[in-house]
């Protein structure tokens, strides 16, 4: 069964009773503990940040995250809807997650929780105690990057290297690593541009312009990147909605890249 990769909250709704469905609430527990949707479990995605991209960084990341999917209970038939306040980049992870993990049945609700309470949902504060499961990952390497692979890829062209920082991060403006600014020959598209002021995805023809404005074609492999993997994986999910075949997130991203000291840096 194919499951869409953003649904919406009416959607959603429609399947919340649904028991092979496993929401997934990615905010900060903070957040979680004021308000969340009905039956979803906590998993404050941004905890969960990796920067080794080595062979054995990349095991030991994959053995986390089965352990972590397994304790809030992913089980194969499970249809995982991710969701944050917007369109944002933590669900947009999970959803790369369980691709990169074999899981297929991913989806983020677009709009997020501002769109299930503009909807007039039901919110609670009651947490809902995850039922842990065995789930064993079937890796797919397609949509990883890691630092050797982004290394082998600057002078190809057939690959396209997508910095979705910020301007000020991609120019060195603004440093958040030991060195500042961006991998040589990426371009820059600030993951942003893609999430309309009310939260939600833009459309389709919208986020095409964006991309091939920048000369961002589906015709080639797309590697995107930020600081730490999380937005990268919000561009990623774009991507591929939009269709581009090859897409990878870097999960070391700049947080790797800008403080490993033979790793070459353009300004």
Known sequence: ??????????????????????????RPFTDYHTEHIPKAVDLPMTEYHWSDTSPTGIRAFRNQMERLLGFIGLTPNKHVV????TSGMMA?????LLHYLGHRKASMLDGGLRSW????????????????SRFKAHVNPEVLATMNHVLGSLNDPN????????????????VRAARRGHIPTA???DWSRTVSTQGFLRSRNELERIYSAEGVYPNKEIITYCQAGYRAAQT??????????NVRNYLGSWFEWGNTSKAPVEK
């Open 187 to 189: 371009r820059n598209i």
């Open 236 to 245: 990623y999910l774009v991507l591929k909605l939009l269709g581009y075949p």
């Open 82 to 85: 991710f969701y944050e306040e």
């Open 92 to 96: 947009a992870r999970g959803v790369w």
């Open 159 to 174: 690959r396209t290297i997508l910095d979705v920082r910020s301007e000020e991060e991609y120019d060195g403006t603004l």
């Open 1 to 26: 069964m194919s499951v869409p990769l953003v649904i919406s909250a009416r959607q959603t709704a429609a399947l919340a009773n649904n028991h092979a469905i496993l929401l997934v609430d990615t």
């Open 117 to 132: 309470r503009k909807e007039g949902h039901e919110t609670t504060t009651e947490p809902t105690a995850p039922k842990p």
